[in-house]
């Protein structure tokens, strides 16, 4: 079983960075057997895949959308998730959400294949 809370949301104006964080606390399983992700959700959308990694961190995967702008990492040894955001835009704004589970291949942006999730951190990008 995992926890994961998220920090490091907030406001910016558009084409500024910021730099999300999801702390993990493990029990059971350890944190380098999950498969991390980030999705986001805006207000009246469905959840939205942003980024995935690998449970060592080797493999990266982006939707479109934010290819060259984002970077999803992990530390492994602090049990912790990373997600850098810049040039940012307007349509960034959601709610940020990080999403573990031991399962499978690390690479799916559904969110039916992540059991556990954080209550996220609100990224605001004004215009």
């Known amino acids: 079983q995992v926890q994961l809370v998220e920090s490091g949301g907030g406001s910016v104006q558009a084409g500024g960075s910021l730099r999300l964080s999801c702390a993990a606390s493990v029990s059971g399983y350890t944190y380098s057997s999950y498969c991390m992700g980030w999705f986001r959700q805006a207000p009246g959308k469905e959840h939205e895949g942003v980024a995935v990694i690998s449970r060592e961190g080797g493999a990266t995967y982006y939707t479109d959308s934010v290819k060259g702008r984002f970077t999803i990492s992990r530390d492994n040894a602090k049990n912790t998730l990373y997600l850098q955001m810049s040039s940012l835009n307007p349509e960034d704004t959601a709610m940020y959400y990080c999403?573990?589970?031991?399962?499978?291949?690390?690479?799916?942006?559904?969110?039916?294949?992540?059991?556990?999730w954080g209550q996220g951190t609100q990224v605001t990008v004004s215009s």
């Open positions: 999403a573990a589970d031991t399962r499978g291949f690390c690479g799916s942006f559904r969110p039916s294949s992540y059991t556990y």
